[in-house]
């Protein structure tokens, strides 16, 4: 008997996002005889810890016993003790009763081992301090790693230069500030973790790897290897550097009343009852009153004319033009400057046509040429002091054309800050899935997609209901949907939204208790039949793009670790770079469209962009602009003030002049796009107080292990030596289990940081997240662990994932 299809397919297209340095990165960073006495300061600290709440257990009965007899001595005595018990203090056996005494002894024996492992490793800590710099220079002397800083951090990358040379000529950097080492040193520990342990794609290390699965096959099959990792890399100059230089060509005076003005799609302008008069609606709702000339001046705005043009159309001067023009630029309705399409891969490139097109005259063209022939020397450069020297060329060439700083965002880790980066196209590609794997990761993750499809449509669902409720208030049926947008946001923050909520808290909560039914210790293993009550099938198509890493097991197959459930497909933005067949990528997309209720309604907003892009002009569907320009191809697009959100049969709908449209994504903090999206595919968190424990179903870690700490759980609200912390952070792995490996969360980073809890380094960057925020931090297991990496490169353990994506037909 064969298996029966089962109800989540995936698509015949993945990526492998892979870090382009070995794990050993991050663990050579640690020290042996630290991680040592760590591991027997832990279990010292477990086993006073199982010793003191015995003790306290028995004086609570003891109490019991002296409370009956209203034994006043006793009972001060006993409460004494269990006070210094709790506080972790000695306890003096001969004023209790004998039968407590060897509960004290066996706890003050525990109390002396703790005492001295922690001597041990105060010490050892002391020694460590002094090694330290040797396993930093170790990682820093590796050419690649600076390569890789150049790439991230200049300033870093040019600080470890100096650090290097003083190295060179010092030894082993004596007589350097102290403060400043320690804060060098976490700072090195930041970017190695982040080269060993995350997925950047961006440049060697964090090339996109494209694959495919192949049903004719059994297994995962690996291309080839080369020497650096990768076949090709590319320069991809930033968005908002470009953005810049089209800003600076706008307001040269030589062609400036010779450049189309456009007009910016989230306002609004109509005609008014009497002639020559119009009105101006701005993104705010705020209404302008214009007539005469400088009505017809804004009425004869098409994103061809010129302030010239404008001009003598309104008979007006060009003076007098360009002051009414920059007015209503400064209240975001016109734009004087050109501006790349947010969608396009190669935004210079695009400016670069435009200014031959626009100012052929002048020497725009051959400048921005200029600086992408500097990029492309970038990305050609061959190691890290020459690709230093080219950077240079590139940042002075920006700034003599912008008058602007090259580097922005400065101490923001992952800051899209540099005029130019990196994109590579990996080695070890095509990546094969077989048959029998796909099937493998369909047949497991099937359930619990089901249950993350409901709980994505009953969200939908209320920020739907909360939208028709806003235009039924209206009395109209309909509104536009701008007018839509700015009403939403007063009922949010009016409570409704929360007040239509209970089937997504009821959910919640039906799903907490399960968790909570099946929880063994750190973990609460589920079954499909389990979850069923939970899913109900939908009654639409669904799409997910889940985040999927193999955790090799030492019997059995591999688990499923479950990362982010994203709305996303990949194709469709900058990671559809690269793949060798890009048309045939994109025809196996788009021949499954029906959960945006096909091509004709596929649309997605777009906003103005900020870093790669998650849409790329190749995105199937239309673009909704609003600040941004989408695409040059202009049938393809539809102002954000053109749309109309009606009710239908009580589920709000959203029109364009032409027909309905289904958004692409929503977003948690929109209701106005999640309304009119295809529901997410999301599953809530199950916390239990400061817990959150592991959820396993069949082969798929759903949710890992995480716990939430303050600045006083780590020691470090008032005293913050490196000693007092590391002893602190090892007390709560004995008293929590946490593993060696994590990933630490902090409200005002923007990315997890993984951290090594074995290793001073780590620690100190988690003691520095901690005092840096306000309010807990969040330690999640890192799963796989390094032992448990499935991929190898360069016959290395690498960490990776797989982004996959899946489609759930209607039922």
Known sequence: MTDQPTPWRLYPRLLLRRAGFGVELLTALADEPTRTAAEEYRAAAKRFGQRRAHLIEGIARTVATADRQADRARLRALSRARSRAGRGLSVNHERLDPDLAPAVTNYGTAQVELERAARLLTDILAQ??????????????????????????????????????????????ANRNRAKDRAFYRRAYLYGQRLAAKNETTSFFGPLVHGRIDHAVDGIGLGPETGSGVHTTEAQTAFWAVCELARNLGADPAVRDHLPVSWVPACRRQAGVEAGTGTVQTSDGRRIRLSGNRWKLVDGIDDQRSVRDLAALADMEVAEARTTLDRLRQIGAVRLWPEPPSTTARPLDWLVAWAQQHTSGTEWPTRLRELGVLADRYAA???????????????TCFSALTATDARRAGGKMYADRLVVSLDAKGDQCPVVVGGNVAHHWEKQLTPVLDVAARYGELQQRVAADLCAAVIG????????????????????????????????????????????????????????????????SPGRDRFVSPDVMLEQQPEGPDLLVLGELHPYVFAWGSQGLFCDDQEQMLADFAAGLEPWGGPDQLATVIRRRRHKGLVADW????????????????????????????????????RAPDGEL???????????????????????????????????????????????????DLGVAEVRDNATAFLAVQSLRARHGLPRFCFVSAAHEPKPVGVDLDNPLAVDALTALTLAGEGKVSLAEMRPAPDALWLRHGNKPVTAEFRIAMRRASS
Request: with cysteine; glycine share 8%; net charge negative.
């Open 619 to 654: 995105f199937p569907g239309r673009f909704v602009e609003v600040t941004s320009v989408a695409t040059d191809d202009r049938k393809r697009t539809v102002a954000l003030a053109d749309l109309t959100a009606v009710v239908v049969d009580g589920v709000p709908r959203l």
């Open 381 to 395: 450069a061959d190691g890290h002091h020459r690709r230093a020297a080219v950077l240079a060329e590139v940042e």
């Open 128 to 173: 460590e301090a002094v090694r330290r710099p040797g396993r930093v220079h170790t990682m820093l002397a590796d050419e690649r790693v600076c390569d890789a800083l150049l790439q991230l951090s200049p300033s870093f990358y040019g600080e470890v230069v100096r650090w290097r040379q003083g190295w060179a000529t010092r030894g082993d950097g």
């Open 662 to 712: 289904s958004l692409y994504a929503g977003e948690d903090d929109h209701v106005h796009l999640r309304a009119f999206a295809a529901p997410t595919v999301a599953l809530p968190l199950v916390r239990f107080g400061d817990f959150a424990p592991r959820i396993r179903v069949g082969d798929v870690i759903v949710q890992r292990a995480r716990w939430w700490f303050d600045a006083a």
């Open 473 to 536: 208030e209206a009395g109209t049926g309909s509104l536009p949907y701008d007018e839509l947008i700015r009403r939403v946001l007063p009922a949010v923050e009016a409570g409704a939204l929360t007040r239509l909520s209970g089937p997504v808290q009821e959910f919640t909560q039906t799903y907490t208790e399960l968790v909570r039914a099946g929880l063994h210790g750190q973990e609460a293993r589920l079954t499909p039949a389990d979850l069923a009550a939970l899913a109900p």
